[in-house]
């Protein structure tokens, strides 16, 4: 029945590499179907190591020589190992050489060398490339690298490797060469090729201290007129990094190449990035206001790996957050900086809000995806202690929870104190692989700050809860406000400890305006005040106050905590009115619209009508329609809190009854303010070309969130909108708000919209790629159509589906189970059945797209005891089958455990 678990990797196992490698020759004879690698790697014993053989991993890959010194190694010198080789070397030092065959044809899993539309293309992170030859794979191992690629010059014309280009030329039948040569030692996981027919769009640029440097951005012919965006966002990553750390461009080259098959979203290779093709590809009439922003910040991720990542490097895969969470950290900040920028011309007022926005946006993605990761069975601290396999840690924790870690640093320590600290972890650590002990020492000695208790947010998992009682007192005019913290317990960690919470507070007199903070001694009276909640219950005393306050806590959302707020609805309806900190106004609408929302759902498990309180809809009104909040701000806080961060919040997660209570409300929110929401969407139409701008972006999304609750309720004149808007549309953000709002209501054009879309875009996959999701994520507005899974099944069938291609996979299957858990978790369990074929079918081909749509099911024990029965049935069923991946296998036997 149940397989054997996989054998764990443990952080504490870690021990020093016993050959350094210090220079590896790497030749490929690229061939489709028998790529022939032949490698010479110096090895030079480690004295600091324990004495070993030398160890090399290698995975689905045919060994035709090896040699030691020249010569065939003696037989027993040589040890075929579970994952590898290993060889006994004798003295100071050796040269290995040694030859392997590979079929990129066969290589279904994207990781390693494959084939994309007749182009080679390698993702060696984190463990890839092992399956192209064999080498110490692992990130501590630094090395200088030389390639040389053959190929055939008419499919491929364009040869690509990372550092500097030094030798090109013709060879034999019908064949080319190119030489490159990467002056920095790097580990094996920041290793790419790229061998296509591309074509690049070029700029020439100067680096703060004036080096001339070439930029590329590689993509398929006819795509160049796409590629602009990206090599914008390239320059001003460049020009912010300058400017924000200090750190300039190493390189005199620096490509992006856009690639269709892509496990993930892009990747760092030195001087080489590769990139899924929708995180490059933009222009106006493809690509959503969203599109441009993600753009943007993935290639700044990218970019800034290149110091945050690849100069300094991590000893080991349990450090991923070292580079992962401190670059998504770095691009949060360069993108909430540009859209500041943009925004600047309408003001300061308009910057700032941008910036909230961005804010908003982060905390979104972090609430949801991440406190859910938190709170299941894959559950794991930013550094985690143990993992079967390593992709699967790739996870919203490392990332976005890695990333607040870092902000709480930045926040403690004030931006100058960071940029110290970062300046002393490149003075230390340049050409190094460490851990994130050490990035946390610079900040403590740059700072003359003791952060062994901060350390503890590296080691412990799970949300901390927050808890805050306020006390007023009338005759010494002081508020009293005491805070708890507690963290609830996670898979293998029972207990935790108190840790370093920083509490950002503001208090709100009667007339809404903030108050000047006295805390004690401390007399500076500024409105918002930075408090350090460090022990398990703390009380912190404001003073010379004449009224009880209302407090608004944890502003710019300062920690990444769950804020538990006794907060009845008057008091957030004036938070929602008044608070000055605009992620806490967008946060108490969120909190009331919540309330609502699970009171809507308590109803409708009663059996009660479904209404919703009118002094929630005044509270909404007053929000959306007041005009000295900026378009974007009102767009977000007047956009419901995701469907799967509620399922998170019901204490037995029903997406029946949250689904009947959200669309109650959609409903009632369009129709009783569909006069405000007319006006609005008159109002702030964007005129002239498309630009992608913070102001104009704002103003189509308010537009476009009019058009979805307007479509929702069914109101006559904004489903006329709709359709004006979308019969004649010049760009993707108008052209999808609109086609979603349709598609969103009972209204039954939606059909034709949907093909006439289809035929507009027929030739084009990341657009398609929309087309899928939307499907796959619709409502059902209208009780008699058919169940959502029925269009599912028949869109994997369609001509233009590819279960080959991760981004088809992600739109339509990622979105249905993930998107859409009204229709997946149907009650008669057919969603799972058909979501445990999907799982098996993908893991045959590919291990780490199937365990991504494996993990939309792990936190099945929330749910009711009728669903939990009948997935618990297809987990079981999954578990069984001989020969599923590691990467499932993890996911499922968490699940189960
Ligand atoms: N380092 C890449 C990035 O965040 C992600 C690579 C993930 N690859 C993987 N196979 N897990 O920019
Ligand atoms: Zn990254």
Redesign the pocket.
Known sequence: MKTENAPSILRSDYVPLAWRIDHLDLHFNLDPVATIVKSRLRCVRNALAPAAPLRLFGEDIELLDLTVNGAQPAPDAIRRTADGIEIALEGESAEIEIATRIDPSANTTL?GLYLSRGGFFT?C??E?FRRITFFPDRPDAMTRFTVTLEADTATCPVLLSNGNLIEQGPLDGGRHYARWEDPFPKPS?LFALVAANLVSLERRVNTASGREVLLQVWVEDGNLDRAGHAMDSLIHSMRWDEETFGLELDLDRFMIVAVSDF??????NKGLNIFNSKYVLAKPDTATDIDYENIES?VA??YF?NWT?NRVTCRDWFQLTL??GL??FRDQQFSADMLGRMAEAGGEAAAASARAVKRIDDVRVLRTAQFAEDAGPMAHPIRPDSYQE??N??TATV?EKGAEVIRMLHTLLGAEGFRNGMDLYFSYHDGQAVTCDDFVDCMAEANGRDLDQFMRWYGQAGTPRVTAQGHYDAESRSYTLTLTQHTPPTPGQPEKLPLVIPVAVGLIGPDGTDLPLRLQADNHGATTKLIELTEAEQSFEFTDLDFEPVPSLLRGFSAPVILELDDDDARLAFRMAHDSDAFNRWDAAQRYAERVILALAADAAAGRPLAVPDAFVSAFRALLTNDALDPAFRAQAAALPAEAYLLERMTVADPALLRAALMALMRELGGALSDEWLTLYRKHEVTGPYRYHPADAGRRALRNLALKYLAAAGVGEGLERAHAQFARFDNMTEGFGALAALVNSANPAREAALDTFHRRYRDDALVLDKWFALQAGAWRWNAEAAPVLERVRRLMGDPDFSIENPNKVYALLGSFFRANPAEFHLPDGSGYVFWADQVLALDRRNP?VASRVARALESWRRFTPEIRDRVGVQLERVRSVVGLSPDVAEIIDKALQ
């Open positions: 990781s993702q992170e984190a890839g996981y496990n993930m979203g892009a990747m760092e993935v991720h990218e790996h990542g580079k992962e670059t998504v390593i992709n840690f790739y990332y780490q």
